[in-house]
């Protein structure tokens, strides 16, 4: 932030070794074990604010909150990214907010729906991007104006491939589980378009592997520049 102006943004997600995150039906249950998510609290813990998609808040209802029980200097600021504000009013995550919770949407959203989040001491701010989807860069930008340094990422495959795509990603925090789903229906960690060509893969510099035992692993790196 000092070097950049800008909050380091982390993207976190757990996958299994063949780089799925989702099964095409079924998915409840974890991926990784409580281990290594007992690890994703130390790492909440160390980041300012969290987000995800409105696809994540409506199939899995999470709270997306910092579960550490460590005292923070600053309450983690959780963001949803919501083109249309279809986020339940009966939501965990809208219900356990406490002026710590960011709603993104864009200028096609209903305004009684904007009306209806900001009664209950919501924050909503709209960043348009391309094609009626909400421009991530923007939100960075929003977060340094208000001085949060860092930002982690926990959302789906088309956030996670739109995040890495517009460039504004610097490292990754990926947990590994010893499983396999294959298939072309699960869903792998970044979606999208992808790269078309080998030459074009977004690269990675100073990897750290670190063990979770028994048999777990998560992979650190940033984006190499």
């Known amino acids: ?14 996958v299994t070794l063949d780089g799925k995150i989702a099964a ?25 604010a969290i987000l995800t998609g409105i696809g994540t808040v409506l199939a899995d209802n999470p709270r997306l909150n910092d579960r550490s029980g460590r005292p923070r200097a600053r309450a983690l600021l959780r963001i949803v990214l919501d083109s249309q504000l279809r986020i339940p009013l009966l939501s965990r995550i809208v219900t356990s907010a406490d002026n710590d919770l960011l709603v993104v949407t864009t200028s096609a959203a209903p305004e009684e729906r904007r009306r209806a989040l900001e009664d209950r001491g919501i924050q909503v701010i709209t960043c348009d991007g391309p094609s009626g989807r909400v421009d991530l860069r923007l939100i960075v930008n929003w977060l340094a104006r208000e001085r949060y340094l860092s930002l982690m990422i926990e959302a789906g495959a088309k956030i996670n491939w739109a995040a890495l795509d ?28 992808g790269k078309r060509r080998r030459a074009d893969a977004i690269v990675f510099s100073n990897v750290t592997l670190h063990p979770i035992p028994p048999d777990e692993f998560a992979v650190e790196g940033y984006v190499h520049r």
Do not use: C
């Open 1 to 14: 932030f000092m070097r950049t102006g800008r909050p380091l943004v982390t993207l976190k997600t757990a």
């Open 24 to 48: 095409p039906e079924d998915n409840r249950g974890w991926i990784t074990s409580e281990r290594a998510r007992r690890h994703v609290q130390q790492l909440r813990h160390e980041h300012d």
């Open 166 to 193: 517009s460039g504004i990603i610097d490292k990754i925090f990926f947990y590994y589980a010893p499983k396999i789903l294959g298939g072309l229906q699960s869903l792998p960690l970044a979606g999208g378009k």
